[in-house]
């Protein structure tokens, strides 16, 4: 990999470590919003899933438009969306309720959800074949990364400097991100080599030049003969292409249900139960420490065997670990080391549907399709908090809760493994997720 794809690379990773302290900072923000606002956990869960509602729209709505304008710019918009979000939190008070915490959920959401669905595609196309499934795993591993960060440093001082502070800190790591996004973060080269632009060749041949590649003298063949015959959206549902999408959508909102359900209350229910808010910020990092190993698992073992192989069997182990984490209760450390094993395997399953989703589309198409699998899928995430606060408000225990929402992790397993035996059985060779113009290593 030369230079400038190490650099892409290395800019949407920290893009998505970004992702991961602004969407788990209600999970460690959570007891002290509770507290100071004086909310039920079902009025809390609405706060949690602001940011989810927003991700559905930013992925499913705003993100297709990154195949018209260019991935570049559309993360640049991204992060600059997340920074106005950030900013609106801290203007919250009990005097005026919920609600601004809320829409800077939603706002900041709607910045993450369009920026995950393009960085996760210039990240596809920049990187090098022999560490694709790696580079992947520790994309999806980044979120967790975020998150880890949050706790570890943000998180103990918010009982001392208030809530507030969580949302201050990163309103100023998303304008530092707009600013790097524009400067550093290279325009995807597929989407170049579709001549979106007067002025595509040259551009693309600017970033061959840097890649120490031989420039081209037209653009190449496109991949994307049908989406010019018919809009992006209908390329991704229809046909074969149609089938795998429903498949990964169905997946992903039931993977989303019990990610998000983890997420955001096994850090709250345990510092509740223990009647102490600072422990909320230790279950995070446990979770996050968790997550980081088991994606860079799933990553080294991805480069190995089949990755819509290995995904159902960590789903499986994820559905029993989470159930464990309930069962054994909110003792500290059990619910720490519980915690940080249902992490290990539910997390990498973000990584799974990162590394496959992309290569079901062609090229004009892909950023609408990873945008619309990853959007529905944020129906789930949606619904966990809500649905979870609920569940608490009436009376139901660690033990059941956790089990029940560990099951939908069964049927997200089953979704991958249709869509492994149906490609073989079709003898369909998966879309090479690397352009040929992009030279990565062999």
Sequence with gaps: MSGLQIRAVIVAIALVVLDGYDVSLTSFAAPYLEKGFGVSKAELGLVMSG???????GSIIVAPLADRIGRR??????TATIAIGMLIGPFATPETGTGPLVLSRVITGIGIGSLVAVVGVILAEYTGRRVYALVMAVYAAAINIGGLLGSMIVGPMLGAHGWQLGWW???ALSVIAAVATFAFLPESLAWLSEGRRADSLEQLNAL????????LEALPASDSTGVRAKSSLRAVFTGRTGFYTLLMIVGYVAYMLSFYFMTNWAPSSVASANHNPALAPQLVTAFSIGGILGNVLFGF???KIDVRFLAPVFLVLATAALSLFGIAGPGMPTAWWTLFLASFFVCAGTAAFYAIVPTLYPTLARSTGFGVVIGFGRFGGIAAPIVG???FDAGLGM?????????????????????HLHLRRSRSAVPDTQPALAGTAA
Excluded: D, E, Y
């Design 51 to 57: 940011a989810l509602i927003g991700m559905l729209v």
């Design 73 to 78: 710019k559309m993360g640049v918009i991204s």
């Design 169 to 171: 800190v990163g309103f």
């Design 208 to 215: 061959l030049t840097k890649m120490r590649r031989p420039a």
């Design 301 to 303: 073992l991805g480069n």
């Design 389 to 391: 606060g609920a569940a």
């Design 399 to 419: 033990g059941t809760a956790f089990t029940v929402f560990a099951f939908p992790m069964l049927v997200a397993g089953l979704c991958v493994l249709a869509l």
